[in-house]
């Protein structure tokens, strides 16, 4: 009795040691994860795991039903839901299933501009909302301001020959940092000149004959 006891507690404390290890490496992966905007506390893009469907705006690669079958079980599209789902329902699969994922998209967009367009037109961006340029413009045409603003804007990480120009990161964060460099690699600009505290605006000047802009740590970038 007394070495199987023993060796419980063994096998308990290896397990212990085991889920802290795996914990703490979960909460620096959070940590160093650039967040959007958020000027609440209701949940965020970024905090909703994606899904793992392809995207709604990915065109299958097998065949696709034609658009003359393009018909739900019961009622029927509209003629924006049946442009939305030309060439993008398989074969055998229910239009009204892929339907559903661009209706998604459109009301994460609208939850999220709600509280926060920047946070909104940041999760576009960078994709945290897979498929929603296609969405709004067939299915939520009233966040077409929000996909504009999304349209000129660029994610974090090296940009090559980037427009010159006054452009704004959307986020929060206090570790964004910028560069930009010439073709010989010489640094022409680089930011913010000082630490920024929570809630400021950090914003990046490109100039004219940047090869390259690198940031970290900015999520995304619009212009100013």
């Excluded at 079958?69 to 019961?74: D, Y």
């Excluded at 999304?150 to 090296?158: H, I, L, R, S, V």
Aim: proline fraction near 11%.
């Amino acid at each position: 009795m007394y070495r199987r006891s023993a060796a419980a507690a063994v096998l308990l404390a290896a397990a212990l040691t085991l889920t802290a290890c795996s914990s703490g490496g979960d909460d620096a992966d959070a940590q160093a994860k650039p967040k959007p905007p958020a000027s609440s506390a209701a949940p965020d893009p970024a905090d909703t795991p994606a899904p793992s469907e392809p995207a709604p705006d990915a065109k299958p690669t097998g065949p696709v039903l034609p658009d003359a079958k393009l018909t739900p079980k019961t009622g029927s599209f509209t003629a924006e839901e049946k442009k939305y789902l030309s060439g993008r329902v398989p074969e055998k699969m229910d239009p009204a299933a892929v339907l559903q994922t661009g209706q998604e998209a459109c009301q994460r967009v609208a939850r999220t501009a709600k509280r926060d367009k920047d946070a909104a037109t940041g999760a576009i961006i960078t994709g945290e909302i897979r498929g929603a340029k296609d969405a709004i413009t067939h299915l939520c045409p009233d966040q077409k301001p929000v996909l504009a603003a999304a349209e000129k804007g660029f994610p974090e990480g090296p940009r090559t020959s980037p427009a010159a120009g006054n452009y704004r990161a959307l986020t929060q964060a206090t570790n964004c940092t910028w560069e930009a460099k010439s073709k010989d690699g010489s640094v022409l600009a680089s930011g913010p000149e000082t630490p920024p505290k929570a809630g400021d605006k950090i914003t990046a000047t490109i100039p004219a004959g940047t090869a390259e802009f690198n940031s970290s740590g900015c999520y995304a970038w619009i212009p100013a």
